[in-house]
């Protein structure tokens, strides 16, 4: 079984974003870039599953800009086989939108028919939580989101989903597209030899257009804008003092 | 214009605040029809119809959305997508599953936990945990959406909709249900309550995080938790709260133990009243606190349990 996992290159998670003046979104200009933390999770769920005998293949997948080909090295130098990249844009600044990025993914699945495709849960950017969802229903698949568990059996997979109100179980056919949440696993760190050896996988370069998908996005950016600050606040000096100040704010 | 709601309904019990709030939010948009499924769903139904500003309710009564699996509550959907111009529901784990799933069947995108409703293609939404909003105008025929219940009031219960009986569409047959680990609590739910104590890592283990508890039980609170906190196994995860966890914005946060990283800030930091309570005087979280009171939470905690 060939394993798919798509991977997005994303500002990193510790660098504090800053709203660019004209509005039109976050400055990504020179600042840290990384993989989705989620799919770091992915990666290295999908490679689990090799070393396990249980898939033969892990492809890295990702749409976006070329500098993506970093993010694919570091999937490669975790342990992927090998990678594809489908440059959708020129611009660091522009987010392929989850449907486009789904439907680009479809056309890979159509080549590469995987019996498993293990995306994040959501980008960090976006915050939207929609790609896998969004390649399950085009794909007319089973979908398993938000995974904290997967054991991949024959022709359907158990999965364990954090929701709400705890943590449901269910039964998938395969094949499948599972989103996974941050308690899946712990992703390895790529080593030395691994990343040199990562320089030597097969990275293939595509476009958008090579799978037929026009790019062009559905929601137009009206404004960008910081979010409201909190009015500052004050130390107090003792718990006697917090129940004070709290009940002169009304709160207990 | 018409709307469709797809309302929160968990084993045949309707989750009111959720759904109210999302009737609140959609009620600019035109004459709001709810959606209620479930392998029983009569009484989600009845009590959708007394929510103000509700049109209709659908009440889709069939084993199959039982668990509401997202590929056949997708299919239902679509199959009744012709009529509505927005299809909306709170933004719940259960509503993230399906909406998606169902925008991508109508060759749409998807606007995933708006916040503000511009006109009726523009929203706003964060993006980046928070750290920026953003408002977005659909080009598309169908607005699919989810809306973040934290900044939307629940809508009253004044209402008297017609509740209408409708078949279920094909079992696409993809996928069944196992089982369920929900832990039942008599706290109030964390996205709703008025008061939120979360502890963090610093509180140490599973066991001290009863002074949580403690506490939370004294200000009739629910109870939330870190990232850090849940992955070292003190608290569920259906506690964390945070950009990939529950959003909430109770009157009242109190936040003991936890550092203030930027995902937890995603989720509690439009809270009317922040407190945090950590040793580390420079920690991040004091930036957002209205009171904040460095001490040890071993000491303080139980100390203002008793107070109160
Ligand atoms: C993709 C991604 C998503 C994430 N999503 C979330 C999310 O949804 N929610 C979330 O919370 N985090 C999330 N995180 C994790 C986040 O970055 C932080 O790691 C996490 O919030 C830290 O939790 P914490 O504050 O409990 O722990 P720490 O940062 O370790 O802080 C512990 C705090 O406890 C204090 N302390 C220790 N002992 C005591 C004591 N005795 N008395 C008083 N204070 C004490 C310390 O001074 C410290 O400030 C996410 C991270 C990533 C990468």
């Given at each position: 079984m060939?394993?798919?996992?798509?991977?997005?290159?994303?500002?990193?998670?510790?660098?504090?974003?800053?709203?660019?003046?004209?509005?039109?979104?976050?400055?990504?200009?020179?600042?840290?870039?990384?993989?989705?933390?989620?799919?770091?999770?992915?990666?290295?769920?999908?490679?689990?599953?090799?070393?396990?005998?249980?898939?033969?293949?892990?492809?890295?997948?990702?749409?976006?800009?070329?500098?993506?080909?970093?993010?694919?090295?570091?999937?490669?130098?975790?342990?992927?086989?090998?990678?594809?990249?489908?440059?959708?844009?020129?611009?660091?600044?522009?987010?392929?939108?989850?449907?486009?990025?789904?439907?680009?993914?479809?056309?890979?699945?159509?080549?590469?028919?995987?019996?498993?495709?293990?995306?994040?849960?959501?980008?960090?950017?976006?915050?939207?939580?929609?790609?896998?969802?969004?390649?399950?229903?085009?794909?007319?698949?089973?979908?398993?989101?938000?995974?904290?568990?997967?054991?991949?059996?024959?022709?359907?997979?158990?999965?364990?989903?954090?929701?709400?109100?705890?943590?449901?179980?269910?039964?998938?056919?395969?094949?499948?597209?599972?989103?996974?949440?941050?308690?899946?696993?712990?992703?390895?760190?790529?080593?030395?030899?691994?990343?040199?050896?990562?320089?030597?996988?097969?990275?293939?370069?595509?476009?958008?257009?090579?799978?037929?998908?026009?790019?062009?996005?559905?929601?137009e950016i009206v404004n960008t804008v910081e979010p409201a600050a909190r009015a500052a606040g004050i130390k107090v000096g003792s718990v006697d003092e917090l129940i004070e100040k709290l009940k002169e704010a009304g709160a207990v | 214009m018409a709307v469709l709601l797809l309302a929160e309904v968990t084993d045949g019990e309707l989750a009111l605040d959720a759904t109210a709030k999302a009737v609140t939010a959609a009620g600019a948009l035109g004459d709001v029809t709810v959606l209620a499924t479930g392998a029983t769903c009569a009484d989600a139904a009845a009590e959708a119809a007394k929510i103000d500003g509700v049109a209709k309710v659908l009440c889709a009564e069939d084993p199959i959305y039982g668990k509401r699996l997202a590929e056949p509550v997708a299919d239902l959907i679509v199959s009744l997508a012709g009529d509505y111009e927005h299809i909306v529901a709170p933004a719940t784990t259960d509503a993230k599953n399906i909406m998606p799933r169902v925008a991508a069947l109508l060759d749409v995108m998807v606007m995933s936990d708006v916040t503000a409703v511009v006109d009726g293609s523009t929203f706003e939404r964060p993006i980046y945990a928070g750290n920026a909003m953003q408002t977005v105008k659909s080009s598309d025929a169908k607005k699919v959406i989810t809306f973040r219940g934290a900044t939307f009031d629940a809508a009253g219960m004044g209402g008297s909709a017609s509740v209408e009986n409708i078949g279920a569409a094909a079992d696409p047959a993809l996928s069944s249900w196992v089982e369920d680990k929900v832990a039942t609590s008599d706290r109030p739910e964390l996205t709703s309550a008025g008061v939120v104590v979360s502890g963090g890592r610093g509180v140490g283990s599973e066991d001290d995080f009863k002074i949580i508890e403690a506490l939370a039980d004294k200000l009739n609170a629910a109870v939330g938790a870190s990232r850090a906190a849940v992955d070292s196994g003190y608290a569920p995860n259906d506690w964390q709260v945070g950009q990939t966890g529950k959003v909430v914005a109770p009157d009242l946060y109190v936040a003991v133990g936890i550092s203030g990283a930027i995902q937890h800030l995603a989720g509690m930091k439009d809270s009317k009243i922040i407190v945090a309570i950590n040793k580390d005087e420079e920690a991040p979280i004091f930036q957002v606190a209205d009171f904040g009171l460095v001490a040890d939470l071993f000491d303080a905690v139980p100390d203002l349990t008793s107070k109160l």
């Open positions: 060939k394993v798919i996992v798509p991977v997005k290159r994303v500002i990193d998670y510790n660098v504090k974003v800053r709203v660019k003046a004209d509005g039109s979104g976050v400055d990504l200009a020179n600042v840290k870039m990384s993989m989705n933390p989620f799919d770091e999770i992915a990666v290295e769920q999908a490679i689990r599953l090799k070393e396990a005998g249980k898939a033969d293949e892990v492809i890295a997948v990702s749409v976006g800009v070329k500098q993506a080909q970093e993010t694919l090295r570091t999937a490669l130098a975790m342990g992927a086989d090998r990678a594809i990249l489908v440059i959708a844009s020129d611009d660091v600044h522009t987010d392929i939108e989850p449907l486009t990025v789904a439907k680009i993914l479809k056309g890979i699945i159509d080549e590469e028919q995987p019996g498993l495709v293990l995306c994040g849960k959501q980008a960090i950017d976006n915050d939207m939580n929609a790609t896998g969802q969004m390649l399950s229903a085009l794909m007319g698949w089973s979908q398993a989101t938000f995974a904290s568990e997967l054991d991949i059996d024959g022709d359907s997979a158990t999965v364990t989903r954090e929701v709400d109100g705890g943590l449901q179980t269910i039964k998938v056919n395969m094949p499948t597209v599972v989103t996974v949440d941050l308690r899946l696993n712990e992703p390895r760190y790529a080593s030395l030899p691994n990343i040199m050896k990562a320089k030597k996988k097969p990275l293939d370069e595509k476009t958008a257009a090579d799978y037929g998908v026009d790019a062009s996005p559905r929601l | -």
